[in-house]
């Protein structure tokens, strides 16, 4: 059983998941169980894997890192479910496993042999977590997808980038990777459910579904006043100023988010005037004149440094950051003092990776094992559940 000595066994310690998802969504959700202290075995074809394995480069031995981000603490066992024999196994697996999670294309030979309704009177206790693009019913729910597709149709898309400017997407994959937390939280609930009623259920989301339940207040927004949103760059929707400005060596962001904060803004840039000006007073004022509040600030932070601006509206309480790169985040006093960057040790060496981000009781979980290469523990897995040895 998987332990950490502050917190006691992982909390999902003995829970066994069937992992026969790919690409992002699935295996980001799989690692993310197997970094709770779950038992996870990836299933992958035998000619090749999972096609992250070669979105490279970069690569780390034979792996593309985009693999290695998204496969930590998985055993890896190569299996044809195409084959009779595969889908033996598979079986023979389900028998005892407490979840699967795949991302089966619809309407393919593999969403219909395991079919969850088949599965559910075969395995009353598994839950099964199903990922797709568009979700199970409506026009689109046929369609295959990717990240970006689901950004596109979602909508983000259009609400990222400088007003008037080209669509942009987000710099991280938040359409699989929102699809994959959100599956989680359903998986865990599901998990709960089963300890009142002794069984499972089909758990399904997508990365449409998901998009739409992160646009949180653009969608109020748009229910009250029915006006199409458009992209303010960095801007805040309902918040001003809330954003990025240029200061004489780059940029810096502000947050103010009450008028307090607007008068402590104010305060530091030794400008009474504009915490009295009407047009900004209040924060529905500052939308109001969000352009004309944009000018006067981008002119008096363009006077000096991002550091000196950053020094001193910390000295007045307002939030305030540089806009940092991801070398410079890494190697953060901060990153390192809450434990957020570990290492697994990997065939070609020590490999960094991203911990999981929630602490119990003080403690992060552990990062257990490296991301598995392909087919790694095919015979030590499978010795119980197959007849004959499968392809490798």
């Known amino acids: 059983m998987t332990e950490n000595p502050a917190i006691g066994p992982a909390p999902l310690a003995g829970v066994k998941v069937l992992d026969l998802s790919k690409i992002l969504a699935g295996p980001y959700a799989t690692m993310s169980f197997a970094d709770l202290g779950a038992d996870v075995t990836k299933v992958e074809h035998p000619d090749g894997g999972d096609p992250t394995r070669v979105w490279g480069p970069p690569f780390v031995g034979d792996d593309a890192t985009y693999y290695l981000a998204v496969n930590r603490g998985k055993k890896s066992v190569t299996i044809d479910l195409k084959s009779d024999e595969g889908q033996r196994i598979v079986h023979r697996m389900l028998e005892d496993a407490d979840v699967l999670v795949e991302n089966f294309k619809p309407g393919s030979g593999l969403q219909r042999i395991f079919d969850y309704r088949a599965l559910s009177e075969q395995y009353p206790h598994l839950v099964v977590l199903h990922i797709s693009a568009f979700g199970e019913e409506g026009p689109l729910r046929d369609q295959p997808g990717y990240d970006m ?49 002794g069984r499972g259920q089909y758990v399904t989301t997508s990365l449409f579904e998901c998009q739409l339940a992160m646009h949180v207040n653009w969608a109020t927004n748009y229910f009250a006043t029915r006006q199409r949103p458009r992209a303010l760059g960095s801007a805040h929707p309902n918040l001003a100023p809330y954003q990025a400005y240029p200061a004489r060596d780059g940029y810096f962001v ?20 504009l915490a009295a000006d009407p047009r900004f007073l209040r924060n529905r004022n500052r939308i109001e004149h969000r352009e004309a509040l944009e000018e006067v600030l981008t002119e008096a932070f363009g006077s000096n440094t991002v550091e000196h601006w950053c020094r001193l509206l910390e000295t007045h309480a307002v939030p305030v950051s540089p806009i940092r790169h991801l070398d410079e985040i890494y190697q953060d006093p901060h990153t390192a003092a809450i434990g957020m960057i570990g290492t697994v040790d990997h065939e070609s060496g020590p490999l960094e990776q991203i911990a999981f981000p929630v602490n119990f009781g003080g403690a992060r979980p552990p990062l257990r094992s490296a991301p598995p290469a392909h087919g790694q523990h095919t015979d030590e897995v499978l010795t119980k559940y197959r007849e004959v040895p499968a392809v490798r």
């Open 254 to 273: 502000v947050a103010v988010g009450n008028d307090t904060l607007w008068q402590h803004l104010c305060e530091a840039l030794e400008r009474p005037d």
């Open 149 to 197: 597709v689901a950004q596109a149709a979602g909508g983000l898309m259009s609400l990222t980038g400088e007003p008037g400017g080209a669509p942009m997407k987000a710099g991280y994959a938040m359409g699989d990777l929102g699809a994959a937390l959100f599956g989680v939280i359903g998986v865990l609930a599901a998990l709960v459910e089963r300890n009142r009623t």
